[in-house]
């Protein structure tokens, strides 16, 4: 049997623009931070910010958030073993044992990680928030939030999950691969 391997696929060519998951994200996951920014960042206090990825047709404005990368950086960086992959594959950090170094933020090729302002511990998707709603059988916010149905979440390794069959049948992009990363979010660029 093969493992869990949760994974997030954003859809580029639905997405409206509304940014209706960063506003879940943050408030699911940093409630004391609705309405702030993070320091340094220029976005709202969220695991999710907008990158313009450059296609070979026309640039796309894509939402990126970690990758719950297979290989990740961020746990091989770690030298306190505070980042580490879960039973669903994710790749998570354990605020015990963190001392906010923040090598983790650092090591991330997608800029996917920043340092909470009040704990000054590293901070990235999932939250806690959103990791109680996996746990509860639910969608993490920012898919449950989208008007348009532009992310799936769910087992990448299931051939029958939706997000294995969207994969298989629309034109994905897994960003910077090049990095050995292998992540575990898809973007589709194209219908």
Request: aromatic letters at 6%.
């Amino acid at each position: 049997m093969t493992k869990k391997q949760l994974a997030h696929l954003f859809d580029a060519t639905k997405c409206i623009g509304c940014q209706a998951c960063i506003v879940a994200c943050a408030e699911t996951n940093y409630p004391e931070m609705v309405g702030r920014e993070v320091p340094g960042k220029g976005w709202l206090a969220s695991n999710i910010r907008r990158v313009t990825l450059e296609t070979a047709k026309r640039p796309v404005q894509i939402l990126v958030q970690c990758q719950q990368c297979a290989d990740a950086p961020c746990v091989k960086t770690c030298p306190f073993g505070a980042n580490y992959y879960d039973e669903n594959g994710l790749v998570r950090n354990d605020p015990d044992r963190c001392i906010g170094c923040n090598y983790c933020i650092a090591s991330c090729p997608y800029d996917a990680r920043w340092s909470h302002p009040v704990t000054g511990l590293p901070s990235k998707c999932m939250g806690a928030g959103c990791l109680e709603r996996i746990e509860d059988g639910l969608l993490p916010a920012c898919v449950s939030a989208c008007p348009v149905e532009a992310r799936l979440f769910g087992d990448i390794n299931d051939p029958e999950s939706a997000i294995s069959t969207k994969v298989r049948v629309a034109k994905t992009q897994r960003l910077l691969e090049s990095h050995g990363t292998r992540p575990n979010f898809y973007v589709v660029v194209q219908k």
